[in-house]
Nanobody
Framework: VQLQASGGGLVQAGGSLRLSCVASGRTFSRNGMGWFRQAPGKEREFVAAISWSGASTYYADSVKGRFTISRDNAKNTVYLQMDSLKPEDTAVYYC?????????????????WGQGTQVTVSS
């Protein structure tokens, strides 16, 4: 089982990036999916999560209204559209699959993790 995250990069404040996470090795169409991030010297924090069907989503307050999580189960892929980026969004972003099909907010509810993709927002 492998999760491959991509789409990170360097962007100016106010810009946009779209992260993708492709799962391989098995289907995750019945699992919740999530994005987390970790800045240097800080703990990994929740960013966004989506239920197995895509009907339910949840966002951290810090990204609400700017980020959008979505998924394409036919492609075993989850996305994170990030708009109006701020320097404080700079971090390594990780995708993960949840044990359950629902929206999950803590790292202990996730069992498979991608390798991370760096997002750097310059001021």
């Amino acid at each position: 089982v492998q999760l491959q995250a991509s789409g990170g990069g360097l962007v100016q404040a106010g810009g946009s990036l779209r992260l993708s996470c492709v799962a391989s090795g098995r289907t995750f169409s019945r699992n919740g999916m999530g994005w987390f991030r970790q800045a240097p010297g800080k703990e990994r924090e929740f960013v966004a999560a989506i239920s197995w069907s895509g009907a339910s989503t949840y966002y951290a307050d810090s990204v609400k209204g700017r980020f959008t999580i979505s998924r394409d189960n036919a492609k075993n892929t989850v996305y994170l559209q990030m708009d109006s980026l701020k320097p404080e969004d700079t971090a390594v972003y990780y995708c993960a699959t949840a044990y359950l099909p629902t929206v999950e907010l803590t790292t202990r509810e996730y069992n498979y993790w991608g390798q991370g993709t760096q997002v750097t927002v310059s001021s």
